[in-house]
T-cell receptor, first 118, second 114 residues
Framework: GAVVSQHPSWVICKSGTSVKIECRSL??????MFWYRQFPKKSLMLMAT?????????EQGVEKDKFLINHASLTLSTLTVTSAHPEDSSFYIC??????????????FGPGTRLTVL | AQKITQTQPGMFVQEKEAVTLDCTYD???????LFWYKQPSSGEMIFLIY??????QNATEGRYSLNFQKARKSANLVISASQLGDSAMYFC???????????FGRGTSLIVHP
């Protein structure tokens, strides 16, 4: 199956700093990637849809200036949490949709990044 | 709008027994797909099984089968011969023909005990 990686797998940072999380599709091209946020024992909340070569589409209530998304290539999308605060601490998961052959609209998920802001 | 409902916050099953995790959905789009994902404590979302709205037969993948009842709008996951490693959160999700972005249910926590 298709593989999606995320880096880092966990990060601890001080309040006020920015953190970049990378999402890579390793063996397929992904024109579209998705960023989710998950609180403990809760479901995944879609934050934004990342489109290669264009601006991301953010879900209602998600601050685009706070969560910067860049999808510079067909295999890489990055999420930057700017001026992070303790309330941004969460589990962030990305997923990627295959360009071709994905008639099932199947998404392949990365392993997630656990962010802790002190 | 599309909606996924998982009414079981937690389920317990004995090892080697079968368990059914409930999922109901709602959409006005005639074309849709239903997914089940497993999320162990490590956090990774693992794809288990898929059912398309036009598929005539229920999907099966090894020990996983999807009990698709279109008229009732339900897509329950059946895990046969449970194993200790099946203990995890299980999420039902749906995407529609009009939007491939999936909607996730709240999840069900499954605990398999010896």
């Amino acid at each position: 199956g298709a593989v999606v990686s995320q880096h880092p797998s966990w990060v601890i940072c001080k309040s006020g700093t920015s953190v970049k999380i990378e999402c890579r599709s390793l063996d397929f091209q992904a024109t579209t990637m998705f960023w989710y946020r998950q609180f403990p024992k809760k479901s995944l909340m879609l934050m934004a849809t990342s489109n290669e070569g264009s601006k991301a589409t953010y879900e209602q209530g998600v601050e685009k200036d706070k969560f910067l998304i860049n999808h510079a290539s067909l295999t890489l999308s990055t999420l930057t949490v700017t001026s992070a605060h303790p309330e941004d601490s969460s589990f962030y998961i990305c997923s990627a949709r295959q360009v071709a052959g994905g008639t099932r609209n199947e998404q392949f998920f990365g392993p997630g990044t656990r962010l802790t802001v002190l | 709008a599309q909606k996924i409902t998982q009414t079981q916050p937690g389920m317990f099953v004995q090892e080697k027994e079968a368990v059914t995790l409930d999922c109901t959905y709602d959409t006005s789009d005639p074309s849709y797909g239903l997914f089940w994902y497993k999320q162990p404590s490590s956090g990774e979302m693992i794809f288990l099984i898929y059912q398309g709205s036009y598929d005539q037969q229920n999907a099966t993948e090894g020990r996983y089968s999807l009990n698709f009842q279109k008229a009732r709008k339900s897509a329950n996951l059946v895990i046969s011969a449970s194993q200790l490693g099946d203990s995890a959160m299980y999420f039902c999700a749906m995407s529609t023909g009009g939007s491939y972005i999936p909607t996730f249910g709240r999840g069900t926590s499954l605990i398999v005990h010896p």
